[in-house]
């Protein structure tokens, strides 16, 4: 089973800041990596995929790179509605197509 | 407008059985996987498994393997996760997940299934 590891668990940034998310495979992905946005209460919600895709629907501020086993969301100029708890997922191997930890992205 | 409606909460006692559905309309059932998904409280996402409902292909994560049963009936569009034997640890948020055959990432979730195990 593939390891996700995000880092770092929690991130504060204000508003109009720029946040940088890691995620590392423990063996190569590819470009087999998607990354998503959950906000308390709600269902997660697909951003990137293909490392660097954005999704239909996602702002530009949001971006994706890596390949292999390190991966990065960006998110350029936060906007309130942007803290929540981000997920990487691979999907180069199942079952299981694991998910990291998440990183938590707070309001400094 | 893709959905994926999901069964409401539920609270059960230890031992008691559970099958909670997720009901696929706005798209055809038959040619997209749904897979399952664990939040336990404060908790991340765990992928489950998964199903196929066009030939009710099924795969588990080992770690839930012999635990859980996904099922579909595409009959009515809807797939379920089953318990036979409920513990305490199984309470958790539960969703379902779309996935197209060639692109496996999730890309439209149901609201999520609350379910709780106490005595």
């Known amino acids: 089973e593939i390891v996700m590891t995000q880092s770092p668990a929690t991130l504060s940034a204000a508003p109009g800041e720029g946040a940088t998310l890691s995620c590392r495979a423990s063996q190569s992905v590819s470009s087999n990596l998607a990354w998503y946005q959950q906000k308390p209460g709600q269902a997660p919600r697909l951003l990137i995929y293909g490392a660097s895709t954005r999704a239909t629907g996602i702002p530009a501020r949001f971006s994706g790179s890596g390949s292999g086993t390190e991966f990065t969301l960006t998110i350029s100029s936060l906007q309130s509605e942007d803290f929540a708890v981000y997920y990487c997922q691979q999907y180069n191997s199942w079952p299981p197509y694991t998910f990291g930890q998440g990183t938590k992205l707070e309001i400094k | 407008e893709v959905q994926l409606v999901q069964s409401g909460a539920e609270v059960k006692k230890p031992g008691e059985s559970l099958k909670i559905s997720c009901k696929g309309s706005g798209y055809s059932f038959t040619n997209y996987w749904i897979g399952w998904v664990r939040q336990m409280p404060g908790k991340g996402l765990e992928w489950m498994g998964i199903i196929y409902p066009g030939d009710s292909d099924t795969r588990y994560s080992p770690s839930f393997q012999g635990q859980v049963t996904i099922s579909a009936d595409k009959s009515i569009s809807t797939a379920y996760l089953q318990w036979s034997s409920l513990k305490a640890s199984d309470t958790a948020m539960y969703f379902c997940?779309?996935?197209?055959?060639?692109?496996?990432?999730?890309?439209?979730w149901g609201q999520g299934t609350l379910v709780t195990v106490s005595s």
């Open positions: 997940a779309r996935r197209a055959i060639s692109t496996p990432w999730y890309d439209n």
